[in-house]
DNA sequence: GTCCTTGTACAGTAAACAGGGAACACGTCT
DNA sequence: AGACGTGTTCCCTGTTTACTGTACAAGGAC
């Protein structure tokens, strides 16, 4: 069912009219109907749109992709292909990573980078 | 389409025969049919099994889950709600690893167990 | 009043997903 | 020859996904 966050269809009609976009020109420049932007915007959707479309809601409204792909339920598409290369290291890591706190995290993400200084592989 | 990787119908069967199973009496334990199990070995479906039905398949094969899952062309289905109880975090640090070595993979994942020591979260 | 724009409710849908049933050919055992 | 266990092939099916079209009510502008 894809269980998408409450708040996602409120987050976004709140930044969309701050915008200035109407349901209609909003929905126009997403190439989705208003019908199911306006469904999506209420939370009375079993399946929010996907994650490329959130993607580009995200840049027509500023705000971060990541952030609101997560809102709307969904993952962002590189990641699985990005999982699936390292099958066993990448959920480890995931799940050992689970548990800390937002500055954990960017210690450790900053030792990620500092490793992958020189690679820049494709 | 949840590209599946070619390799995992006939891994899948190498490892069965190994085991001994006969294919009805594995799709009997793994509550499939023997239809969709002879087609999933031969890579002759367009949707593998779900992740929960290949992790099952990885206990009775004694192989790693994941892997087994990845093969699939899947995701082990913890890994979503993890990524994301940190959305901008946890991305960022995939990608950050989307380069490393295994060795360098790691050398991370030892840092991250380091961090969560005391944190059993949750 | 009527025109236009706003969002909304109702109903429907093509395609993908994740399989399943029945019958079949083949080898083996007795 | 019959029974049995192996995997295979053809075709079929309910469910979910990710949407759409049409029509409609409410509010302002003219």
């Given amino acids: 069912m894809t269980e998408s ?4 269809g409120s987050f976004l009609r709140e930044r969309r009219t701050a915008k200035g976009y ?3 020109r909003f929905a ?3 190439g989705l109907s208003p019908t199911y932007l306006s469904h999506v915007e209420q939370g009375k959707v079993d399946s929010p749109p996907t994650s490329d479309r ?3 809601m995200a840049e027509l409204l500023g705000e971060s992709a990541d952030e609101l792909i997560a809102m709307a339920g969904r993952v962002p598409d590189d990641l699985p292909k990005i999982i699936q290369s ?3 290291a990448m959920p480890a890591l995931l799940r050992a990573a689970k548990g800390l706190t937002p500055a954990q995290m ?3 993400l900053d030792q990620a980078n500092k490793m ?3 690679e820049g592989s494709q």
């Avoid at 966050?5 to 996602?8: G, K, Q, S, Y």
């Fill in 5 to 8: 966050n409450p708040n996602f």
């Fill in 22 to 24: 109407s349901l209609r």
């Fill in 28 to 30: 126009e420049l997403l």
């Fill in 54 to 56: 959130v993607r580009r």
């Fill in 86 to 88: 390292q099958p066993e």
């Fill in 106 to 108: 960017k210690k450790l």
């Fill in 116 to 118: 992958g200084g020189k």
